[in-house]
């Protein structure tokens, strides 16, 4: 059983950069296959990344490769997203995430989510 807690999420114009950070607690971290997934507005929720245990496997979607970047620190219990070169369609609640199991199909079904956190990208 693990709580997930995002934070850092704000308002950057297009072109800036912004880290989010997803704190966990309970369970054990280093278990967890961590990820993110990111929900605009009347729309359904999609997949941006996820990371390995160990950080050594980094998966992206489409939309955002080469342009953010997930890793963890399993010493501190903590996932990150930074976020370079956002887009005004980079606008959404992002979600830290994570699950029991490895899976590679890069879709958002995961077991344990945190509340979330806003990210808004003015043109």
């Known amino acids: 059983q693990v709580q997930l807690i995002e934070s850092g999420g704000g308002l950057v114009q297009a072109g800036g950069s912004l880290r989010l950070s997803c704190a966990a607690s309970?369970?054990?971290?280093?278990?967890?296959?961590m990820g993110w997934v990111r929900q605009a507005p009347g729309k359904e929720r999609e997949f941006v990344a996820q990371v390995s245990l160990m950080d050594t496997i980094r998966t992206y979607g489409d939309s955002v490769k080469g342009r953010f970047s997930i890793s963890r620190d399993n010493s501190k219990n903590t996932v990150y997203l930074q976020m370079n070169s956002l887009k005004p369609e980079d606008t959404a609640v992002y979600y830290c995430?994570?699950?029991?199991?490895?899976?590679?199909?890069?879709?958002?079904?995961?077991?344990?989510w945190g509340q979330g956190t806003q990210v808004t990208v003015s043109s």
């Open positions: 995430a994570a699950r029991d199991n490895w899976d590679t199909s890069r879709g958002v079904d995961y077991d344990y």
């Open positions: 309970g369970g054990t971290f280093s278990t967890y296959y």
